[in-house]
């Protein structure tokens, strides 16, 4: 019902920012929350950030509060997460997701993106 393209990965140095975009396809995308997640090798997929249907209502995790901006476009099916002083610790794949259910956990998402790398060398 729902793709998602992730985009706007990339190598960074620490301190620096660069912003994530998720695509959206269909109309469906505006009633759906919208979350971030990352995960490294061996590790589990954590939460970054979430976005409610309308926008007005965000959670970040502690780890990135006051650093990353998540925001959405309805009209343009799109969600972005704005990225700022950078960390070596936030080096991991970077995944958009779609859904409707507990917004701290993977399970309540039903649609994934294929993910971005967002590296921050030490």
């Known amino acids: 019902q729902v793709q998602l393209v992730e985009s706007g990965g990339g190598l960074v140095q620490a301190g620096g920012s660069l912003r994530l975009s998720c695509a959206a396809s269909?109309?469906?995308?505006?009633?759906?929350?919208m979350g971030w997640f990352r995960q490294v090798p061996g590790k589990e997929r954590e939460f970054v950030a979430t976005?409610?249907?309308?926008?007005?209502?965000?959670y970040y995790a502690d780890s990135v509060k006051g650093r990353f901006t998540i925001s959405r476009d309805n009209d343009k099916n799109t969600v972005l997460q704005q990225m700022n002083s950078l960390k070596p610790e936030d080096t991991a794949v970077y995944y958009c997701?779609?859904?409707?259910?507990?917004?701290?956990?993977?399970?309540?998402?039903?649609?994934w993106g294929q993910g971005t790398q967002v590296t921050v060398p030490s």
């Open positions: 997701a779609a859904g409707s259910g507990s917004y701290l956990s993977t399970l309540g998402y039903a649609y």
């Open positions: 976005i409610s249907w309308s926008g007005l209502t965000t």
């Open positions: 269909g109309r469906a995308f505006s009633g759906y929350r």
